[in-house]
């Protein structure tokens, strides 16, 4: 190893090479970057600036003026409250969908795993076939469903919706992860006495963490995210800010606001890049770690 | 302590049939193994005594109580798994207490017994700390100390020394018997290692295709197999399976030998092969019973010393394997490590058939009974 070290050192090609790569790095971070450097800038800048400056220009000096309108006074169609209530909203449905979702998930693949029954392979690859099932084709079926169960165009039918297909994902994570749990687990639990939920519990839950932090990033980033389902679903009151920032790019009076619509996209952003600055080694290791030994 | 009954137990998976009516009965303190080759239902008997796999027919008895249809909590048994099973997220305290719990044994008699399995276990030290931080030995005895601490009627131990080394094999084997010694426990252990089986057993059930080829004593079954298949499975190294004709001298039956010169060997049984006179049998017989030739022996009515040609010698130690080829079959012989026996060299050897058995050369059928 040592050798090689000082090898290295005294080779001119070995530097250049290096050089080269690190260039290469940064231009392709750089180029991958550009958006979000484009929409912070903008979004900085006053109206007049966004008018006369190149896209790439750097504000003059910062404002947030346009941060504030997009967060509370901007119009998104025929109300001007910014995105604040909408991003609320989000919250609204994003929580409990993620809990209920994750916790669903949790005891499917529980069952599917460790209390294997008659069918029980088949009912998984049917909920697999859930995960490729593309969104657009069931918006017409779902919109009946949601007016038949009464929960059409609430928060409480979009959760439903973002439930229903995010199960699927959910059950997949949490059926491999526990694949790696031995079975003779489960049968030395129950000689001990213990039942389907307090193995549940007691057992199995407690080595989970690394399968619950990887679908809650996973749920919660999907849903936040989804404009599809938003959109088709939602009543005026129940808008995510998914739509609610559709509809203020939409609206205009006299010109475009790029600096607003910036910001606003920024904010809608922010969650999610919260939660994988927070959490996304916990993502990377949860679905690399596999084995639980016992 | 109880008895265990088996009666008529049949299992199938559609129409495999893994168990096909075993019956096997168990006295209160008793230590029964199973043993048996992979896939021969031993795991499948005993996870149906456990009530975690339900069976097609039959009757499960645990002090004399039907238990057929009843869950495994409550069947008052404990179970040591090849894997320990161990809660991973919980203490070694914690796991030892976790059945008395769910049996709502109040905190303080569930510290009192956690204690008192510690120190029959000398794991007192280790309570505090979790599974992962266990050696494989350590975690094993924890998996013995989870199941003692329910006192339950019966013990059940699915191959429970498989994953340990050699050297601690052979000590928690001893160990496990000191206990069973102690305790006075109904012991159902499954193993595929027949040196665990003879070692421990009070009786062995030797299975395979999911029958029980032969219940009895350790020693029983080794002096006395079923079939060729209990005869070749029991004992290291393996009996000797000579095929020899049977050839009639003065109207006794005697077992022809092809060594270096061809001779008789006379058999304690012989009117059992009158019928077979001019076919070819297989005689099954013990290395220890094929010896140098010893001075004690010399004259005794089932003893033959005859010339074989030594193919390899492997010194053991206490013994020397010597291995001879005779009527075709490669035969061990065991031997005293002072007798001069090289290889190429044509040695006599003492073959004592007194306990010698004889099978169906095609059915593996024992026929000397």
Known sequence: MKNNVVGRKTSGVDKALRIALYATLILVAGFYLMPLVVMLITSMKDAEEVRNGTLLSLPSYIHFDSWEKAWSSACTGSSCHGISPYFMNSFKIVIPAVAISTILGAINGYVISLWRFRGSNLFFAALLLGCFIPFQVVLLPMARTLGWLGIASSTTGLVFVHVVYGVAFTTLFFRNFYQSIPGELIKAARLDGAGFFTIFYRIILPVSTPIIVVTVIWQFTQIWNDFLFGVAFSGFESQPVTVALNNLVNTSFGGKEYNVDMAAAVIAALPTLIVYVFAGKYFVRGLTAGAVKG | ?369
């Open chain 2, 1 to 369: 302590m109880a008895n265990l009954t088996i009666d008529n137990v049949k299992k199938s998976y559609g129409k495999t049939e893994i168990l096909k009516g075993i019956n096997i009965a168990i006295e209160a303190g008793e230590f029964l193994i199973l043993v048996g080759p992979s896939g021969c239902g031993k795991s499948t008997l005993m996870n149906s005594i456990a009530g975690l796999e339900d069976v097609t027919e039959g009757r499960i008895l645990i002090a004399d109580k039907d238990v057929t249809y009843t869950s495994p909590k409550d069947r008052d048994i404990a179970m040591v798994f090849q894997s320990y099973a161990l809660y991973p997220n919980m203490t070694v305290a914690q796991n030892i207490s976790f059945g008395l719990e769910m049996r709502k044994v109040p905190k303080e008699e569930r510290d009192v017994e956690i204690q008192r399995v510690a120190e029959l276990l000398q794991i007192s030290h280790l309570l505090d700390r979790k599974p992962a931080q266990l050696s494989g030995g350590q975690r094993q005895r924890v998996a013995m100390g989870r199941a003692l601490a329910r006192r339950p009627q019966l013990y059940l131990f699915d191959e429970p020394l498989s994953n340990l080394d050699a050297k601690l094999r052979v000590e928690m084997r001893t160990e496990i018997k000191k206990l069973h010694k102690k305790l006075g426990t109904t012991i159902v252990y499954v193993t595929h290692d027949q040196i665990e089986a003879m070692t421990l057993a009070d009786r062995i059930a030797v299975m395979k295709d999911g029958e029980v080829q032969q219940l009895g004593t350790p020693q029983e079954i080794y002096d006395n197999p079923a079939n060729l298949f209990v005869a070749g499975f029991m004992g290291s190294p393996a009996m000797n399976f000579i095929p020899s004709k049977i050839v009639e001298q003065n109207g006794v039956p005697m077992l022809e030998l092809n060594a270096s010169e061809t001779t008789a060997l006379p058999f304690p049984n012989p009117d059992s092969l009158k019928a077979y006179v001019g076919e070819t049998v297989l005689l099954g017989l013990r290395p220890e019973m094929i010896t140098e030739p010893q001075p004690h022996k010399e004259g005794q009515a089932f003893v033959v010393t005859t010339g074989v040609e030594v193919e390899v010698t492997e010194p053991m130690g206490a013994d020397t394997m010597i291995l001879t080829r005779i009527n075709d079959a490669e035969i061990n012989c065991r031997s005293n490590p002072a007798y001069p026996a090289k290889p190429g060299d044509v040695i006599n050897m003492m073959f004592d058939t007194s306990k010698a058995v004889v099978f169906d050369a095609k059915s593996g059928r024992r026929l000397d009974v």
